[in-house]
């Protein structure tokens, strides 16, 4: 691969690993919001449903600050899955 393509691929990557834990940030939050909130140690290690992170979230019939929080976790979630295509695209072609 040229030094492009792969400097294009760690940037894909990275902004994929960022927007997939604002994902899992926002989901574990609404799931422990009656329960005290973000517990730093519970988002990610004691999570046993781990193909939820992949779904997108209902946003019908809740409460108006939950949807804008559960939209932000959908953007998220697409922005991962748009920069996961571009990167298999991008290994595709340099092959």
Do not use: H, W
């Amino acid at each position: 691969m040229s030094t492009m393509s792969t400097i294009i691929f760690f940037v894909l990557l990275s902004i994929a690993a960022g927007s997939m834990s604002y994902k899992i940030y926002l989901q574990t939050g609404l799931k422990n919001a009656e329960k005290g909130g973000y517990d730093l140690y519970k988002k990610f290690a004691f999570q046993l449903n781990i193909i939820t992170y992949f779904l997108p979230m209902s946003v019908k019939y809740k409460d108006p600050a939950e949807t804008i929080r559960r939209k932000r976790a959908n953007k998220a979630l697409a922005v991962f899955y748009i920069c996961f295509v571009c990167i298999l695209f991008l290994s595709l072609v340099m092959n």
